[in-house]
């Protein structure tokens, strides 16, 4: 079935075998193989899914600027094949970055990089060193393109006073009639309603660079290299657009230093690992700190604070509203999920992360 797609695109040799692959939840991935002069080569193929990403033709506007710029640079450092360490696209036979194919369906290629394996977990501070200086060298490899050459495919997307306000709204609406479960979680709230504006007060002041950033730099989209456990590249690039470095250094930070993880199944354990925070940090600012202003370098720890308030409210929002927007495995499950991160956010606003190196 997927035959036809392949073919549209610029693969040498015949197609042996077609796999999905991969645990994503947002495209539809598979694992292509070719046969070429006696050589097996690999390529992954995704389906974009145009019920999240409504402009897909943006959205690979987007990858095809930044993944050229991070090949240019890498090349420029004596990469000759970037390919084989960074997310590349594969064109179609026309010369595009994407296939637009009779069902309307959108369709790209990247060629699949060999050396590199994924975790969904922290395994250690040497880990965690690396997924810090992961995201630190994607930033570092685009600080010199211009933001602007990229469109705002997500509107919205981290401007936590919008959250607050649609948490508000759902919660005064109660149309699931869950609001009485919640009062603990309302006094929570309100009691921190100043971190909703903390950083992006500074964005609207210009105090802080709009830079091009990732987005979603959580643990897994961090490539390791399978035999030296040092960081690749980052990868699932669609979230990719203009916006601030703090909101990926703290929703690194949340996503690597938290051990249980989103669903910990015992809130009484969730805590905020120090001792990752501190991995997570050195391995960013060992590539970050070479472009990143005196103020953006201060704001770093404000804004592990705020991610992680911001993505308890998006929870608990969803919760009050009937689950609609995330996915759940039982009727409360947004509502736990609400519930650690806050306890999350209480166990890091028991330390002065200011003072932590």
């Known amino acids: 079935m997927l035959e036809p797609i392949i073919s549209q695109f610029t693969v040498p040799g015949t197609i042996i075998k077609i ?81 637009l194919d009779d069902a309307g369906e959108y369709w790209r290629m990247f060629h699949f990089i060999e050396s590199g394996e994924v975790f969904d977990r922290i395994k250690s501070a040497d880990h965690a060193y690396e997924i810090g200086r992961g995201l630190g060298a994607f930033q570092a490899l685009l600080s010199d393109l211009s933001p602007e050459k990229l469109h705002d495919t997500l509107p919205g997307f981290h401007v936590t006073p919008m959250y607050l306000a649609d948490y508000d709204e759902v919660l005064a609406a109660d149309v699931k009639k869950r609001a009485h479960q919640v009062t603990g979680e309302q006094e929570f709230v309100n009691a921190r309603r100043s971190l909703a504006p903390a950083l992006t007060n500074l964005i609207a002041a ?69 001792s990752l925070y501190r991995a997570v940090r050195r391995g960013y600012l060992r590539e970050a700190e070479t472009f990143l202003t005196q103020k953006e370098l201060a704001l770093l720890p404000k804004a592990v604070e705020v991610i992680t308030f911001e993505l308890g409210i998006r929870f608990l929002a969803d919760y009050l509203r009937g689950d609609t927007y995330f996915k759940i495995n039982y009727p409360s499950h947004n509502l736990h999920r609400a519930r650690v991160q806050f306890k999350l956010l209480q166990s890091i606003e028991s330390t002065d992360l200011q003072s932590v190196l």
Request: overall charge negative; proline content about 5%; some cysteine.
């Open 206 to 274: 210009r105090d802080l660079p709009l830079r091009v950033v990732h987005n979603d730099p959580k643990v897994n989209n961090v490539m390791i290299h399978a035999t030296t456990g040092k960081a690749l590249c980052m990868l699932d690039l669609d979230t990719v657009k203009p916006g601030i470095v703090h909101f990926d250094f703290g929703d690194c930070v949340r996503s690597a230093a938290n051990p249980l993880g989103e669903d910990a199944p015992d809130l009484e354990s969730v805590r905020f690992d120090l």
């Open 19 to 99: 796999e999905r692959f991969g645990y994503g939840l947002i495209n539809d991935t598979y694992l292509c193989r070719t046969l070429d002069g006696g050589v097996t080569l690999k390529y992954i193929l995704q389906r974009i899914n145009t019920a999240i990403f409504k402009h897909p033709e943006q959205v690979m506007e987007n990858v095809g600027v930044v993944t050229s710029h991070i090949a240019d640079r890498l090349r420029a450092k004596g990469i000759h094949d970037p390919s084989g360490v960074t997310p590349a696209l594969v064109q179609t036979r026309e010369g595009k970055s994407f296939l």
